[in-house]
């Protein structure tokens, strides 16, 4: 844990503001390293050196690439050498288990002793942002950052340092030297940041517990309580990741940065290539700038773009975590999306929308039960047994049935909450006389809500923190 939820709202967030607005600007970025360490090295402390190790690294890396631009040899050795150290890391403390692990089934007579490290929080986020900054100057498509502190601060920037989004060094690099905050942004940060935070409380967690609820007996709750169960867990990882996201974003205005849009009604798509460029959309971003184009992209024919993307899906699903699981999830999707490429899009276009609608459903919720179903929580045999009882076995059974009538009103606020319905009423009522004062009304009641929730529930962390 980093920190508790309500010593973040009301003890941390408010003094490192307050300070911030207090101090000079030029010495911001350094108080906001320092409070980014702080925040990481609240729970993690021995963690902290990992990540001055990879600012320390790729800082050192983009001057030796800036100086020897002339040399295009050089230049790229020091690129590919930040790289090769910062997924050297990020192997090491995420996948040594896993590799030890897979190495003892297929080898089994070598015996290698497993080793299980802990998995230092972000650093699938953190790493992968580093490296862009290596990758951004060798490209001249960002200047090199001569300022350790600043280039500190972006790496370790507590708002998104957690969970993402994924934000490239060449999307902030003016912002961290050349912002201005104002207090219309700050405004839309506050606001930003309890509609994130509602989000995570209010849905997220409630669409957890109906999940968990209907899974711990799905051999015998009947076929609709399964369907019920992974549609909750569909909606709780949208609102428990969108939701950070917003809340990061939030947060990044309120200190004066502005981070791209991570989401964008993903369960309103059509096709799951649609999906894919409304979900996540900075981790897309990353793979699309850093890995797909660097392979050839489609630029060198058919079979070569098809295996470009199932490269960029493996690995997409491998970086979500050290599990089979998920590597069968990216293989997944990315089989999906070679087949949309070569005819299924122009099938969906001839088709009603309505219809195009239900087959990306289907297939998104298909792919969540790949998702769910890691080694820690029951592996392939789980996932098997939970896809059996979606089709096999009674229809529901009067205990599973007074669960989804329990929790019915929350579910329906989530499905209608991850349409755009709620955004177009927004859009009204803000054209309206007294809207800044019904919005400010409304945020102080939903962090109200939201406190009180807080107050009362277990800690729930967010699931993305594991990836």
């Known amino acids: 844990m980093v920190f508790s939820s309500l010593a973040f709202l009301f003890m941390y967030l408010p003094i490192v503001l307050l300070i911030y607005y207090a101090i000079p600007r030029k010495a911001r970025n350094i108080f906001l390293f320092i409070a980014n360490l702080f925040f990481y090295g609240w729970g993690e402390p021995v963690f902290v050196l990992l990540m001055l190790f990879s600012t320390v690294v790729d800082y050192t890396h983009g001057i030796l690439i800036d100086k020897n631009r002339h040399n295009k040899k050089l230049a790229k050795f020091f690129v590919l050498s930040s790289v090769a150290i910062n997924l050297a890391l990020l192997g090491v403390f995420k996948y040594t288990g896993f590799i030890t692990n897979t190495l003892n089934v297929v080898v089994p007579f070598l015996n290698i002793p497993v080793v299980s490290l802990p998995l230092p929080i972000g650093i699938s986020f953190y790493t992968f942002q580093t490296m862009s900054y290596s990758i951004d100057v060798y490209r001249n498509d960002s200047p090199v950052q001569k300022n350790i502190f600043t280039f500190g601060t972006y790496v370790s920037l507590f708002p998104q340092l957690i969970a993402g989004p994924i934000v490239r060094y060449k999307d902030v690099a003016y912002q961290l030297d050349n912002r201005r905050e104002t207090l219309d942004e700050f405004t839309k940060g506050v606001k930003l940041f309890v509609v994130g935070l509602a989000k995570k409380v209010l849905i ?71 999906f894919w460029r409304r979900w996540h959309i900075s ?4 793979f699309r700038e850093y890995v797909y184009i660097p392979l050839g992209g489609n630029r060198k024919g058919k079979a070569r773009t098809l295996i470009n993307l199932m490269i960029v899906w493996f690995l997409t699903g491998l970086w979500h975590g050290a599990s089979w699981n998920f590597v069968l999830w990216g293989i997944y999707f990315g089989i999906i999306l070679i087949f949309e490429k070569l005819f299924m899009l122009k099938v969906l276009k001839k088709l009603p929308a309505f219809v195009c609608h239900i087959y990306s459903l289907i297939l998104i919720i298909f792919g969540w039960n790949i998702f769910y179903f890691s080694d820690d929580c029951g592996g392939m045999k789980g996932m098997a047994e939970f896809l059996e009882s979606m089709f096999k076995g009674p229809f529901i059974t009067d205990t599973a049935l007074n669960t989804i009538i329990n929790f019915a009103p929350l579910l329906i606020i989530a499905i209608v909450a991850s349409t755009p319905l709620l955004r177009k009423i927004y859009d009204k009522i803000s054209n309206m006389r007294f809207s800044f004062a019904i919005e400010a009304i409304a945020t102080l009641v939903a962090l109200i809500i939201c406190t009180a929730t807080l107050a009362n529930q277990s800690y729930n962390p967010f699931l993305y923190f594991r990836f």
């Open 283 to 286: 981790l897309g971003t990353w």
């Open 204 to 274: 997220a967690n409630q669409m957890g517990l109906l999940c968990d609820t209907l899974r711990a007996n799905h051999s015998t709750n009947g076929t609709l309580a399964s369907w019920v169960g992974i549609i909750a867990y569909s909606l709780q990882i949208y609102f428990d990741f969108s939701g950070y996201s917003d809340m990061a974003r939030g947060l990044g205005n309120m200190f004066g940065f502005y981070f791209l849009k991570n989401f964008d009604y993903p369960y309103i798509s059509k096709s799951i290539t649609e």
